[in-house]
């Protein structure tokens, strides 16, 4: 079973940063994806970034392109979304994936969520 948790979220001033990270217990696969999403109040939970395992190929949304930076730790089972530049509209509930396919299109594992605060 894939069990994973996030750590790192809090409360930030407009052009400030976080590091969010997302540590995997459970089980892992050959050849896998990450992914970031986040979901603000009263919207729809949308993509933010992702990465494959395997090639470390990373993919973002137009949103935080040049802002935030997806990575992993192979060792530790752990991927990481580094966020600068924040704004008031990254204010949401992060939530990190996995998708045992890597095909990016469907997630079957989330974790919990950690709330992100961005003030202006």
């Known amino acids: 079973q894939v069990q994973l948790a996030e750590s790192g979220g809090g409360s930030v001033q407009a052009g400030g940063s976080l590091r969010l990270s997302c540590a995997n217990s459970?089980?892992?696969?050959?050849?896998?994806?990450m992914g970031w999403f986040r979901q603000a109040p009263g919207k729809e939970r949308e993509f933010v970034a992702a990465?494959?395992?395997?090639?470390?190929?990373?993919y973002y949304a137009n949103s935080v392109k040049g802002r935030f930076t997806i990575s992993r730790d192979v060792a530790k089972n752990t991927v990481y979304l580094r966020m600068n530049s924040l704004k008031p509209e990254d204010t949401a509930v992060y939530y990190c994936?996995?998708?045992?396919?890597?095909?990016?299109?469907?997630?079957?594992?989330w974790g919990q969520g950690t709330q992100v605060t961005v003030s202006s």
């Open positions: 994936a996995c998708d045992p396919r890597g095909t990016r299109v469907r997630y079957d594992y």
């Open positions: 459970g089980r892992t696969f050959s050849n896998y994806a």
């Open positions: 990465i494959t395992w395997s090639g470390g190929s990373t």
